[in-house]
């Protein structure tokens, strides 16, 4: 059995950003070991960046678990993570079977993977644990004229920002609940200001890393602009969240603040953020922390010591491939350009 240094990243998407910091990280550790990603869109521009592309089938295939855990043992994977919110319950379910091959899922246990999935189940987590949530209802059984409006409805899973509403009053409720096509809840809309907490939990959920930042502007959920900050009040708030829940691996949080008081947490993802380059530029250096603890490395909390005042701003890039045969080898446009006799 090879030894297992090497990283899985599932539904990889456009995840460019996370692919090199992990192979960054890798070359840092000098133990050899690769990025490996999977991803059922053959044009996934993360698909180019690894240095290896592996075939696993679709999510909700029953057997996705065991197609995960049979890449770990035959390619030596040491940690697998999950890159959107596509498989994180079900290789949270896997995780024992990619233990048996050799490797570490960086997720918690499967009914917490699944909490924070969903949005009822998140609430009733969250106060269970003591931690703030925005008031919450179900849909169903709720007296809509009695509600503190304004409202969202926000679906219980859903993802891109898609399905939700903010709604004035009772009116502009029933008018978005009729032709909301998903199981939603109601959760009061929180004044103040939003934030993210790019959080990593130990095996043992632990907090390890808390870096907070402000949202500037964000796009489909994805952060586009934003900055990091000197704020212990949310670091503890990260801390709290992560080891109050069992929180493992990356995880981001996100709440709404006003006057000094944290109002309720959001949201929480299972995985790397949208803004995933703001905390390593501002030193949080996931990946290795990530390596290390595959590798069965004691990594000490280090919070509150990340770089405060880095700013992000994202652009536009792109892979230019052209058809071999079967096969997509990149290029350049400018080659392209030349070899065409533009």
């Not at 679709?58 to 040491?78: F, N």
């Not at 079967?326 to 533009?342: F, K």
Request: overall charge negative; proline content about 8%.
């Amino acid at each position: 059995m090879a030894e297992h240094r090497s990283v899985l990243l599932t539904c990889s998407g456009q995840r460019v950003d996370i692919v090199r910091a992990f192979q960054d990280a890798l070359a840092r550790r000098g133990e050899g070991g690769r990025v490996l990603v999977s991803d059922l869109d053959p044009l996934s521009p993360s698909l180019v960046s690894a240095d290896l592309v592996v075939d696993l089938p679709a999510v909700d295939d029953p057997g996705y678990g065991t197609a995960v855990a049979a890449v770990v043992s035959r390619e030596g994977v040491g940690a697998v993570l999950p890159l959107t919110d596509l498989d994180p319950v079900v290789l949270a379910e896997a995780a024992p079977e990619v233990a048996d091959a050799g490797g570490t899922v960086f997720l918690p246990a499967p009914e917490v993977a699944a909490a924070c999935q969903d949005k009822w189940l998140c609430h009733v987590a969250l106060e269970a644990a003591g931690l703030p949530s925005p008031p919450t209802w179900p849909t169903e059984g709720t007296d809509r004229g009695s509600l503190p409006y304004p409202i969202m409805i926000k679906p219980r899973i859903g993802f891109a920002g898609r399905w939700i509403h903010r709604c004035a009053d009772q009116e502009e409720l029933d008018f978005h609940l009729s032709r909301t096509p998903v199981a939603s809840v109601l959760q009061k809309a929180l004044p103040g200001e939003e934030f993210s907490i790019d959080c990593l939990g130990s095996l043992e959920g632990t907090a390890i890393g808390a870096i907070p930042r402000a949202m500037y502007q964000s796009k489909g959920g994805e952060q586009i602009k934003g900055e990091t900050l000197d704020d212990p009040q949310l670091v503890e708030l990260g801390a709290a969240v992560v080891e109050g829940l069992g929180l493992v691996g990356p995880c981001t949080i996100q709440c709404f603040r006003e006057d000094g008081r944290i109002l309720g947490v959001t949201d929480i993802n299972t995985r790397f953020g949208g803004g995933f380059p703001l905390p390593v530029a501002a030193g949080g250096d996931y990946p290795s922390l990530i390596l290390a603890l595959a590798a069965g490395e004691d990594v000490a909390p280090r919070l509150g010591t990340h770089r405060a005042g880095v700013v992000m701003t994202r652009f536009l890039s792109e892979h230019v491939l052209v058809r071999d045969g079967d096969q997509l080898r990149p290029t350049t446009g400018r080659e392209e350009a030349v070899s065409g006799g533009i």
